[in-house]
Structure formats: C-alpha cells, structure tokens
T-cell receptor, first 110, second 115 residues
C-alpha cells in the first residue's frame, strides 16, 4: 500500500471548515484513500473513503485530485468534538490491512 | 447494536503474569482484527481472523502472544508471560466480508500496564 504524508498538526476555529491535506504520490490505480479519526482515549472511527471521485457523507467530504496524488478531507463546520487525530490511509481493494501513520492532530478552537 | 465490546477496559499486572484480553465483535461481522497502539510505534495490526480462522498473524510480536476465536462472537488475545514493553492500548475491530473494504469498527480498547 502507498505511503501517505500528513502535516503533524493543524487547528481551526469552531464553526469554520477544517481542511486536512494528505499526499499519496505513489498511490496505485486500485488503492482507495481512507480517512479515520481517533478521538482521545477512543478507538479509531471510519470517516469516509474514495477512489477517484469526490465523496460526501454526513460527516465529511473527500476531495481527490485528478492525478490522485493528493486529497483533502473537509469537515464543513468543525465543532469542538472534532478535535482528534485524523489518519489518511491508502489501501488496496484486495487488502484488509489498515496501515496507520502518524496522522494529523486537529485542534478545534472555541 | 452495542458495537465492539472489549474487556477489561484497564488492566494492570506484574511482569511474568498471564494477561487475557477479550473481544466481542459486532453481530454478523465475520472479520476480526486485533491492533496494538503505543506512542513509539503507533497503531499496528497484530492478527486478522476471517470466519473464525486466523488469516494473518504476521504482526504478532513473538510467541508470548497468542490469539483465538472459538466462535463468531468471541475472541481472546493472550500474553504469557507479560513484559513491561507489552504496555499499550489493545484494540479489537470487526467488519463485514472477507476484505472489509468499507470500514472496520473499533472497540474502545484495553489499556494494559505491565509493571
């Protein structure tokens, strides 16, 4: 599975959009981009995943560049409860493994 | 559904003692994963079961670690004998299907401290 690179930390104001970037320049054609988050003292939680097209669900939006070398997770209206470590993972469609990197620690400020 | 259930939530033991961590996956899920999380190494996959059969145990650190899944609703991770370096948070996760490519559902974890 391709390696992903994320900034170690970010912050945003409550109510504003949080845009979390992820680089995956070596991603292959059958690898999906997954996002999970881990709120303090809890297990990781699935957010969203995508292959080529942009995706949206009730939690977030995922924007994948046309060349698929990078993506951005968007939390449209961040709340204090969105403070967490966010993991971007590239995963083959034939793989069960989630390989977690260091992630981005997002702090949502009041 | 109650989600993935793990017990105990916290365990403190002394070096050399046997430790058993327990997991009840979400009903209907046929994939089960054990992960370990430490500050130094982050989240690591230890073992993966599908339909109660261990498929990949390459992440199990050494022979002191063993995992079983006697039925679809229960799994254990055992450490015998335990060592201080085993101190970590251990997560169990479950998912549907063999590949679980949609999502894995994680439990709340067991925080293990080995003195």
């Amino acid at each position: 599975d391709a390696k992903t690179t994320q900034p170690p930390s970010m912050d945003c104001a409550e109510g504003r959009a949080a845009n979390l970037p992820c680089n995956h320049s070596t991603i292959s054609g059958n690898e999906y981009v997954y996002w999970y988050r881990q709120i303090h003292s809890q297990g990781p939680q699935y957010i969203i995943h995508g292959l080529k097209n942009n995706e949206t669900n009730e939690m977030a939006s995922l924007i994948i560049t046309e060349d698929r070398k990078s993506s951005t997770l968007i939390l449209p209206h961040a709340t204090l409860r969105d403070t967490a470590v966010y993991y971007c993972i590239a995963r083959s469609d034939s793989s069960y493994k989630l390989i977690f990197g260091s992630g981005t620690r997002l702090l949502v400020r009041p | 559904d109650a989600g993935v259930i793990q017990s105990p939530r916290h365990e403190v033991t002394e070096m050399g003692q046997e430790v058993t961590l327990r997991c009840k996956p979400i009903s209907g899920h046929n994939s089960l994963f054990w992960y370990r999380q430490t500050m130094m190494r982050g989240l690591e996959l230890l073992i993966y079961f599908n339909n109660n059969v261990p498929i990949d145990d390459s992440g199990m650190p050494e022979d002191r670690f063993s995992a079983k899944m006697p039925n679809a609703s229960f799994s254990t991770l055992k450490i015998q004998p335990s060592e201080p370096r085993d101190s970590a948070v251990y997560f169990c996760a479950s998912g549907e299907g063999e590949i679980s490519y949609n999502e894995q559902f994680f439990g709340p974890g067991t925080r293990l401290t080995v003195l």
